[in-house]
């Protein structure tokens, strides 16, 4: 016998991942236009290594296959890894990421709904620490790097890792914009210098800046949407701008402005697609707000001071700990407990 | 206009309520047989005062109130009384309860009725009439309405509920239609016995038929009476809620609405209360809708007891029904079987098929997107509610304030996972409550063991004492027979006595000796075991107090959907 309610009207899980998966559609499609197809092959590589390892590890646990591969959980792990390794690097560098991130991220904790940490952030911090060299592998935007790489090129450069006669991998790729303004403040290079290196743009990275911008108009379509909290994005980014404008303001000759950081790097997929992972974020209004900040805090640290290109995971990763510990501490007051309740 | 508030939450499920109030409320006719639990309230069951083969009179007492929290019944109909026995009855268990039989005789010839007037009646008086009446909460929770007029706190707010806001339920909203002007009497009675001033009666602004008819019902009453349209948002026709958004008083978690000063009664039991007084009707029928998978969805104006299978039967179920639903989508509870007797709780059935209320698919598990605390009126953290009800972790659902939800289900009917939340919450609360049982039994038997041993030990010392007087007594005796030779004494009789007091002295000192010599382990503590043991002792009379609290806490009805 069933009981109580007789009616449901949910946005399943399938529906729910789906939309984010169409939300990162702009940035993709940005992708493609400022750096060309390999992107693509990346992620059909993620995804495939991210499918074929959930069913592997589903059938090893004895799950049911079928409808945890429906509910493109895997899926969106997968691409959000492609999303985060240069798009020329070797086919094998998405799929072990990925493997990685849905066997021992994912499914060694209890699979969907039970794992701690962001695994595509896991599958990251995997390959960044495992594989440096490939993982710092840009493509320069295309035009304008010393050569140019047509799409066959590419595609054959990702599976044989060889290139047209005459060309260096090192005159097709650069570090990112945010590694190479570290670089260059070390070499004693002043901000205003650095930032008429022909790699820049308007805001940040040439090319780069418009992919995040993409990111961030498929966040305020997830916005609007309610698929995500607004709290996570808002106090991240809000804290990102604050610390950078504070130091920029202070000492603009080495350190950045706040709309560098907000369009460099994985700042704005961070904001709006990796922090807001229901999953390994908190669950109350304050616990996201006190998440957001955190993140934004550790991910500004990172880029200023750390020995890596970018922040946001390793951020990411640190917040999930913190969790637990952040619902604890922020349960909401229930109806009829509030202060003023009485009269 | 009275100002607004809202509350957390809430959904807007799809209300399915046209479908049952195209056509007036008609009565229902005499069933063949009607089958009257005696327990349809709240509180303890009423006690049969009627014996079978007995003719009794429509309204007649067929069963008394037994016990503070109780309620009367009255025979529907005038007929037979044919068996007083366990049947079936409304109850997701199940389980049988007592219920009267009875055959009508076709007659419908009412008893004694006397109509009182209210505004010479004491509230006192009132209460009492109610009681005798059968007058409970009619909005689902049948809570006994005299109970909740006796409250000695003072009340300055009457909130009258006709929000009805579950889907598919329409009886409220027809009776304000159809019979606005006898609701607006009632609850002129119900006012006049809280002695308050300010009524609020809430509705529904889904409702507009029906509040321009208790509007206009108001006027000609000229009682300074507010009808108050309200959002329409599930679930706020929980009493509490309706409070909130009437009055911006939130009742505290564990209190009633009366300790804020606010009373709540239903529009139905208001106009039942009409009936009571100014007819001298007991509570005998309902307005009860009849909808979903049937021909002709509608009202019905029934007798209690009336089989919920001859109100399918008018309204024509389809052929596909498979099961049947008492009360609406949202928190009803499906029939064990079609042919259970309607009672005074009973405001809809729903006749429900796959088609209509389609099975939910397989529970994926929690992705903690919290869709479900966005939705709960209570501010609970559901999720978190899951984890640990899944996990048996009751002590930490308790924390969490898992005796606060009212078992809406807005969570369960938002979430992505499918995960039939509210089952989980019930599970979890009975067995929290069967611990708690367990744990008072055990307490109790051990406390009955003790005592009986000191009992034992007690009548030991008082009969060794007893015996010792009298040795002692004898020995004085034996004295001054000895000195006064002539004293007229009979000194055979009290020789035998105290032959038979030495013998058994000689036993109980044999017996205390046997007892010395392997010492209770009680016995001979250093002070620090003692001390222990009356820091435990201290402990478990804290937890006992505590468990006396929490199990006062889901006494009174708190979610009822308006009385």
Sequence with gaps: ?343 | MTRLHSFHGGIHPLTHKKESTQSPIISAPLPAQLIVPFRQHAGDAAKPVVQVGERVLKGQLIGEPVGMISSSIHAPTSGTITAIELQQIAHPSALPDLCATLVPDGLDEWGVRQPLNYRQLSSDELQKHLRRCGIVGLGGAAFPSDMKLSHPVVVDTLVINGAECEPYITCDDMLMRERAEGIVRGIEILRHALGTDSVLIGIEDNKPQAIAAMQRAVDDSSHPFKVVTVPTLYPGGSAKHLIKVLTGVEVPSGKLPTDVGVQCFNVATAYAAHRAVEHGEPLVSRVVTVTGNVEQPRNYEALIGTPFSDLVALSVAKPDTNRYIMGGPMMGVELPAVNVPLVKASNCVIAASDALFPPPPAPMPCIRCTRCAQVCPVELQPQDLFWFAQSHNFGKAQEFDLFDCIECGACAYVCPSSIPLVQYYRYAKSEIRARDLEKRAADLARERHEFRQFRIEREKQEKAERLAQKERAAAEAKAAAATVIATPVDPTADADDTQQMRIDAALARAKEQAAAATPKNTEALTPEQRAEIEAIEARRAHIHELAADAGADDEPPKHSQGN
Excluded at chain 1, 102 to 131: D, E, Q, R, T
Excluded at chain 1, 239 to 249: E, Q, V, Y
Excluded at chain 1, 278 to 295: C, H, L
Aim: contains cysteine; charged residues 10%; hydrophobic residues 50%.
């Design chain 1, 1 to 343: 016998m069933l009981s109580s309610p007789f009616i449901t009207r949910p946005l399943t899980v399938d529906r729910i991942m789906l939309r984010v998966l169409y939300a990162l559609l702009p940035g993709i499609t940005l992708y493609v236009w400022y750096f060309g197809p390999a992107i693509l092959v990346s992620i059909a590589l993620a995804v495939t290594a991210a499918l074929a390892t959930e069913a592997l590890m589903l059938k090893l646990r004895d799950r049911p296959v079928r409808p945890f591969l429906a509910d493109y959980s895997a899926l969106l792990t997968g691409v959000l890894i492609a999303l985060s390794i240069p798009p020329l690097a070797p086919w094998w560098l998405p799929v072990v990421g990925t493997a990685f991130a849905i066997a021992v991220a994912k499914h060694l904790y209890g699979g969907l709904g039970s794992n701690p940490f962001n695994p595509a952030m896991i599958g990251y911090a995997v390959l960044i620490i495992s594989f440096p060299q490939e993982m710092t592998q840009w493509l320069s935007p295309q035009g304008m790097g010393h050569s140019v790489l047509t799409y066959g090129d590419q595609l054959r450069y990702v599976f044989s890792g060889v290139l047209p006669v005459g060309m260096q991998l090192d005159a097709l790729t650069m570090s990112t914009p945010l590694d190479t303004m570290k670089t260059q403040l070390h070499l004693g290079m002043p901000m205003s210098d650095i930032r008429d290196l022909p790699i820049y743009g308007r805001l940040a990275g040439k090319g780069s800046e418009m992919v995040a911008a993409g990111f961030a108009l498929g966040g305020i379509y997830l916005l609007i949407a309610r698929i995500i909290p607004w709290q996570l994005p808002l106090a991240f980014l809000g804290t990102l701008f604050a610390l950078s404008g504070i130091f920029n303001l202070i000492d603009p000759a080495h350190y950045a402005p706040p709309l560098f950081h907000w369009f460099s790097g994985a700042a704005m997929i961070g904001a709006f697609f990796i922090l807001t992972d229901p999953i390994t974020s908190p669950t109350t209004a304050k616990g996201r707000i006190a998440f957001g900040i955190g993140a934004g805090l550790l991910t500004f640290l990172i880029r200023a001071y750390g020995g890596f290109p970018d922040g946001v995971a390793f951020a990411t990763i640190l917040m999930n700990m913190c969790v637990p510990l952040i619902d604890a501490w922020t349960q909401p007051r229930i109806f009829g407990k509030k202060k003023g309740s009485e009269r």
